[in-house]
């Protein structure tokens, strides 16, 4: 069963950047999707940005698309969440997720990790 473990969160200016980190913990990451997923006070949770590990596919929300950018490690077993430019409106908890290719649904979510851009 893959567990996954977010850090990196913080407060930050507008304007500043932060790196979310999202380890696993399997033997191999090559057949999953990780995704990250944000959810702000009384708003559903929504997608943010995805990457198929074994290709480095990327998927991103057309909020984040040119500020936030996806990489990966797997000797670290380790995504990244690269995130600049940030504004107020990307304050919330950042989760990450996996599911395996093919399936809708991701079945595996981290803890969350805060974000607080202050204006």
């Known amino acids: 069963q893959v567990q996954l473990a977010e850090s990196g969160g913080g407060l930050v200016q507008t304007g500043g950047s932060l790196r979310l980190s999202c380890s696993y913990s399997?033997?191999?990451?090559?057949?999953?999707?990780m995704g990250w997923f944000r959810e702000a006070p009384g708003k559903e949770r929504e997608f943010v940005a995805a990457?198929?590990?074994?290709?480095?596919?990327?998927a991103y929300a057309d909020s984040v698309k040119g500020r936030f950018t996806l990489s990966t490690d797997n000797a670290a077993k380790t995504g990244y969440l690269q995130m600049n430019s940030l504004k107020p409106e990307d304050t919330a908890v950042y989760y990450c997720?996996?599911?395996?290719?093919?399936?809708?649904?991701?079945?595996?979510w981290g803890q969350g990790t805060q974000v607080t851009v202050s204006s």
């Open positions: 997720a996996a599911k395996l290719r093919g399936q809708n649904n991701y079945a595996v």
């Open positions: 399997a033997r191999t990451f090559t057949n999953y999707v």
């Open positions: 990457i198929t590990w074994s290709e480095r596919r990327t």
